[in-house]
């Protein structure tokens, strides 16, 4: 094998020859062929540090200098029981579903001290360092047993070897999925909201259960949904939130869905869908749920989305159909000034935002009540846009017919979200 032969002639110059002769006369003690072959891990590609570190014993065997066998002093023998880390490994992986993993290490102090000192006397200059080593070592021999893949871009799995502890610790990255919600059920918040008499400790208020609605979106898809992943909790990222009492209908209303630490990864989606359809029936269901990567969440909670709403309008009934016809033309396509409504301003900053009305329909009306369709910019107020809110929104329904106008019932019939699911596909 002449390639061979040229790599090791590589690592036989006397100038490495006298470089390892140093490593061994000024050390601490005995050095394996790892750590010794590591400070020439530069010098010539394709050989492991202990194929290098063999070679350079092997040429000053040659010019008969004296070699102490024994425990590693850099390492402490940590290559020699490198089948115990992969073990420990192993089995922490053991109970996990996984495609990727990557290994890194948490070097001890001891062995940094070891290292900056057999960098003292060698030089650093050809050297890769003790982790670098041993996480590939360790990878490589995963990789064997299990057949996974290596991965530094996005492991689902990252092995951490901690040789302060002698511990194996996993970081088990979460699981990401895109999909819409529709909510058949008005009076259910999107996220959970804490008692605002106890924040949560569970008061006689809130019935000891700490919120002030017993039920949200995100639990009921966490309560239908994390055991099939096994994981540990469900964050979901909305795209936006409708009220709590607005129902939300037609397409939906695309999420991500965030499972922390899960130990199944690869469950079938479509089943996932039929489940969460089977225990929440006439309250929520999810569509179009599809794996995407960890970028998604800020893409779908940041998207500017149109927005289209169907509302129920109580009105005076001295209204009469012509003006309230005259009145819902002029607010199609208006650019509406909107201050932060009364309803809110206690949590949201107070300012004059603009947002547009693409588009508004009168869908029917009767005698004291009407149907409208909306479709706006995300982040319009509707039931502002029909009260006027004491003038805070202008224009409003109510403005302009001179008569006081009230949501009644409002749904969310659609989200346009400006965002490819397709781009964020993992
Ligand atoms: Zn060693
Ligand atoms: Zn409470």
């Known amino acids: 094998m002449t390639t061979d032969n040229t790599r090791e002639s590589d690592l036989e110059k006397a100038e490495f020859i006298d470089i390892a002769h140093k490593i061994v006369r000024e050390g601490l003690g005995p050095i394996c062929d790892n750590c010794l072959g590591r400070q020439f891990a530069t010098v010539s590609s394709g050989l492991s540090n202990k194929k290098r570190g063999e070679i350079l014993r092997y040429a000053l065997k040659k010019r008969d200098v004296e070699i102490e066998s024994g425990k590693c002093w850099l390492c402490n023998g940590l290559f020699v029981h490198l089948e115990d880390w992969v073990s420990k490994a192993l089995e922490a992986l053991e109970e996990y579903e996984y495609n990727s993993f990557l290994v890194g290490t948490k070097v001890s102090g001891l ?28 990878g490589k021999r995963i990789e064997q047993e299990t057949g996974k893949i290596a991965e530094f871009d996005r492991p689902e799995i990252v092995v951490l070897l901690n040789l302060w502890t002698d511990e194996v610790a996993l970081q088990v990255n979460s699981v990401f999925i895109y999909g819409r919600y529709l909510k058949f059920l008005r009076g259910i918040p999107q996220t959970k909201w804490f008692c605002r008499a106890c924040r949560g400790k569970g008061c006689e208020r809130c019935n000891f259960t700490g919120k002030m609605y017993a039920e949200s979106v995100e639990e009921l898809i966490k309560d239908s949904i994390l055991d099939e992943f096994q994981g540990v909790d469900m964050v979901l990222h909305g795209s936006g939130r409708e009220d709590i009492d607005a129902r939300m209908l037609g397409s939906g209303r695309p999420f991500v869905v965030e499972l922390k630490e899960p130990k199944r990864r690869h469950v079938d989606l479509q089943k996932l869908e039929e489940k ?122 109510s403005e302009l017919l001179g008569a006081e106008a009230e949501v009644k019932e409002l749904d969310v019939v659609d989200v346009d979200l400006d965002v490819s699911v397709e781009d964020g596909k993992s």
Not at 114 to 134: D, H, R, T, V, Y
Not at 292 to 302: D, I, L, P, Q
Not at 341 to 360: F, G, I, N, S, Y
Request: aromatic share 4%.
């Open 111 to 138: 062995i940094l001290e070891n290292e900056e000192l057999m960098w003292e006397i060698a030089g650093a200059s050809f050297a890769e360092p003790l982790k670098a080593e041993l996480n590939r070592e360790v």
């Open 276 to 397: 969460v359809k089977e225990e929440n029936v006439g309250k929520l269901e999810v569509t179009g749920l599809q794996y995407v990567n960890r970028e998604m969440v800020a893409r779908v909670k940041n998207a500017k989305a149109a927005k289209t709403y169907r509302v129920k309008v109580a009105l005076k009934t001295d209204v009469k159909e012509a003006e309230l016809r005259d009145a819902v033309a002029a607010l199609d396509g208006v650019v509406i000034e909107q201050q932060t409504p009364t309803r809110v301003v206690h949590r949201r900053a107070d300012l004059v935002r603009k947002r547009r009305v693409h588009e508004l329909k009168l869908m029917n009306y009767a005698i004291g009540s009407c149907a409208i369709e909306i479709k706006c910019d995300g982040g319009l107020y509707i039931k502002e846009l029909i009260s006027g809110d004491g003038g805070r929104t202008k224009p409003s329904l």
